[in-house]
């Protein structure tokens, strides 16, 4: 099988193509809509979670989703930034692309990474690596300062409510630790010329002051809070935590940059950054029907659903009709192309794909966060030879594969979509998460088999799955699925003691009432 067509779309091509798209689109709004049917049932499971400390990308492929992570320099809005390192004559070429972005931003990107390499690779103030490090940090914030500046905004608003919680309790001393954090995060952040260095300076401050909690008490108390059952209660500290565990990501991220530099010295003595133009979005089929038997044919038309009566009339006392109804109809209507899914289709357009074309010799495709649902179903497909990060499940209805992709791509995906919607049905637990980003980049897969999941729109919202027991083969791909009944979430156990600072708790994110599914930018 070919991930594209060799000739022409012919016409029963195109019918076949529209098909597919709309079964897509029902298999979608069926997982969301019984996605949210389960968390109005209230049955969740959450099940132990332990962190995937023992199947580390290699230090190389960590290094390329920082890269990526610095490309990804807007709140919200695109799910995901690929960019993979080429191997080129006498020397590398970082090759980026992005969800939906403009010719302009993305020469912007291209340009503000490789002002960061060569500044890392010439150090040209001749700096020791400490300053070096915080020159860098400085760096990274400031590309990424409106995002940077979102953490903060949310930072202070969640302290506010934690403050208050503890302070009805009387609960003096984390009142008092928390207040000092808030103390530190409430600094002007109106980047000026003259204001720059302050404002960079504050952050790091800030930075490091979250370091410093990792290992004080307090880091224990929002973790502990965070794994509280009570969602409602848990909410505002998972959030407290995420935003702690991205902000601090960027120490990560300017120290690795650094590391690089003596590690692999080589590659920064000759590279070029180039991107991919972003792929067009396109008009979404228009959904058929939203009625609960037509969108379930749709889906499944080859299926006999008969002996799922019993769990979809459990789930219709929970608003499946009426959910799967919003997911179909309160959405966008233009479709995109994930960058990793670009990206390896335009590495497959231009023959790049041999382990020789790449820098490091492995075929590896890093993006700002794990990917989501639909492109982990992409990159399982027997014939990919790509790796990427562990996905974090979420499902973006509006994806879609890249024009000219063989039908047997989309049907290989659709198969895998019909089993995990079915395992949603009968088991009725969701893995959901807020957060479609993490801090580390723990793991890199291509096939697995998965849970579960479902979004909103086109925000980010549930589902993940992410194992420590997952088999890595060599060249790090997971080849075994998450243990079942486990919920992620992008925070950070701030009392652990993992290099990366950001690994996956089991993130209690969820409100009953289902606000967490709306999500909130990353
Ligand atoms: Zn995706």
């Given at each position: ?14 019918t076949?193509e ?10 979608c709004a069926?997982?969301?809509g ?23 990308l ?28 080429l ?141 509280q ?26 120290d ?34 939203g ?33 799967i109804?919003k ?39 890093a ?74 980049s ?18 980010p ?62």
């Open positions: 099988m070919s991930y594209r067509t060799a000739s022409n779309t012919s016409k029963s091509q195109m076949k529209t098909d597919q798209e709309q079964q897509l689109l029902n298999l069926c997982q969301g019984i996605t949210a049917a389960c968390i109005t049932r209230s049955a969740i499971k959450y099940g132990s979670f332990e962190s995937n400390r023992g199947s580390s290699s230090a190389f492929q960590s290094f390329q989703c920082k890269l990526a992570k610095f490309c990804h320099n807007d709140m919200g809005g695109e799910p995901n930034t690929s960019l993979v390192c191997a080129v004559d006498g020397g590398a070429e970082f090759l980026f692309t992005s969800n939906s972005r403009k010719e302009t931003q993305l020469e912007e990107i291209k340009r503000g990474l490789e002002e960061l390499l060569r500044f890392a690779a010439t150090n040209p103030d001749e700096l020791k690596p400490k300053p070096l490090q915080k020159m860098i940090l400085w760096r990274f914030v400031e590309f990424g300062f409106r995002r940077v500046d979102g953490y903060f905004k949310t930072l202070s608003r969640t302290l506010d409510e934690c403050i208050h919680e503890c302070e009805s309790a009387n609960e003096s001393t984390i009142t008092k630790q928390l207040c000092e954090l808030k103390s530190r995060v409430e600094f002007p952040r109106e980047m000026t010329d003259s204001a720059r260095n302050k404002i960079l300076n504050d952050c790091e401050t800030f930075i490091k002051a979250i370091e410093a909690s990792k290992n004080s008490s307090l880091g224990g108390e929002i973790d502990r809070r965070a794994r059952d009570d969602h409602d209660q848990a909410y505002k500290w998972c959030e407290l935590r995420h935003c702690l565990g991205r902000l601090y990501s960027y120490r990560q991220a300017a690795a940059i650094v590391e690089a530099t003596t590690k692999w010295p080589e590659l920064f003595k000759s590279f070029k950054v180039g991107y991919i133009p972003s792929a067009k979005q396109k008009k979404a089929v228009s959904p058929m029907s009625k609960l038997t037509d969108v379930l044919h749709y889906a499944f038309p080859e299926y006999d659903l008969e002996e799922f009566q019993p769990d979809i009339a459990e789930l219709q006392k929970y608003g499946l009709e009426l959910e109804r997911q179909m109809f309160e959405r966008n209507s233009k479709t995109s192309i994930h960058a990793e899914v670009h990206m390896h289709d335009y590495l497959s357009r231009v023959r790049k794909v041999k382990a020789s074309d790449f820098w490091d010799g492995t075929m590896f495709i993006t700002s966060k794990p990917v989501c649902q639909l492109c982990h179903f992409y990159f399982q497909n027997d014939d990919n030879e790509f790796s990427v990060q562990p996905p974090h499940m979420n499902l973006y209805p509006m994806w879609r594969v890249p024009d000219g992709a063989s039908e047997e791509v989309l049907e290989d995906l659709i198969d895998r979509m019909q089993v995990n919607t079915i395992k949603l049905i009968t088991e009725k637990h969701p893995y959901y998460k807020r957060y479609d980003s993490r801090t580390d723990h793991g890199c897969q291509t096939r697995a088999t998965h849970e579960t999941v479902f979004d909103r729109s086109s925000a919202s549930p589902l993940d799955g992410r194992s420590a027991h997952s088999g890595v083969r060599p060249g790090g791909y997971h080849n075994v699925p998450p243990p079942p009944n486990e919920v992620f979430d992008d925070i950070i156990p701030l009392g652990s003691d993992l290099e990366d600072y950001g690994a996956v708790g089991d993130g209690r994110t969820s409100a009953p009432n289902g606000r967490s599914m709306i999500g909130v930018a990353n």
